[in-house]
């Protein structure tokens, strides 16, 4: 049964930068892949980045350059660290394996405005 618990969402103006943290229980987190994802407004969810137990990563097109995924299996978390952060980039984020298989909780929201 994976739980999860997104922090680290908050209010920046455009070019800043915030760090995502996803603390993961109810898995065998070093042999998982797991993934952020995002909502916006209107939008369908997205996968925006993910990293395989390999360290693998995939980024979506929009944040090539801009995100990276981490993890740290000593402490079962997984990081986004979102660098030159756009309007477009408002969503509510939440972290999942990829494939999703825990409930879709409240995520954090991230509000990138002027």
């Known amino acids: 049964q994976l739980q999860v618990a997104e922090s680290g969402g908050g209010l920046v103006h455009p070019g800043g930068s915030l760090r995502l943290s996803c603390a993961a229980s109810?898995?065998?987190?070093?042999?998982?892949?797991m993934a952020w994802y995002r909502q916006a407004p209107g939008k369908q969810r997205e996968l925006v980045a993910r990293i395989t137990w390999r360290r693998s990563t995939n980024y979506a097109d929009s944040v090539k350059g801009r995100f990276t995924i981490s993890r740290d299996n000593a402490k079962n978390t997984v990081d986004l660290q979102m660098n030159s952060l756009k309007p477009d980039d408002t969503a509510v984020y939440s972290c999942n394996t990829d494939p999703p298989v825990s409930d879709w909780g409240q995520g954090t929201q991230v509000t990138v405005s002027s």
């Open positions: 109810g898995i065998i987190f070093s042999i998982t892949t």
